[in-house]
């Protein structure tokens, strides 16, 4: 029903920047909260940074203060601005939105397929 499509991963060497983007599309009413997770090797998928469709942010504690999400709500897109980037940043990162769609009045998690972030020291 809903599509996500990240783009903006690559290699970066520590203290650089990169910028990942995510818009949705499909059948989409409303997405109330986008946010990006990730996953390292050998380690559970965890949050990252999510805001909600009034801009109220959440970031996780390890990346407070380098990275900023932001989201064009008429666009369907959100944005992660990741500065001063270290090794430990290193991980498939994946896009999350919390939609409704023309099919249903309850909303569902849809997850993007994930893109690589890779940090060298």
């Known amino acids: 029903q809903v599509q996500l499509v990240e783009s903006g991963g690559g290699l970066v060497q520590a203290g650089g920047s990169l910028r990942l983007s995510c818009a949705a599309s499909?059948?989409?009413?409303?997405?109330?909260?986008m946010g990006w997770y990730r996953q390292a090797p050998g380690k559970q998928r965890e949050l990252v940074a999510a805001i909600t469709s009034g801009g109220s942010t959440n970031y996780a504690d390890s990346v407070k203060g380098r990275f900023t999400i932001s989201r064009d709500n008429a666009k369907n897109t959100v944005y992660l601005q990741m500065n001063s980037l270290k090794p430990e940043d290193t991980a498939v990162y994946y896009c999350?939105?919390?939609?409704?769609?023309?099919?249903?009045?309850?909303?569902?998690?849809?997850w993007g397929q994930g893109t690589q972030v890779t940090v060298s020291s």
């Open positions: 999350n939105a919390d939609a409704v769609v023309v099919t249903s009045p309850r909303s569902y998690d849809y």
């Open positions: 499909g059948r989409i009413v409303s997405i109330n909260v």
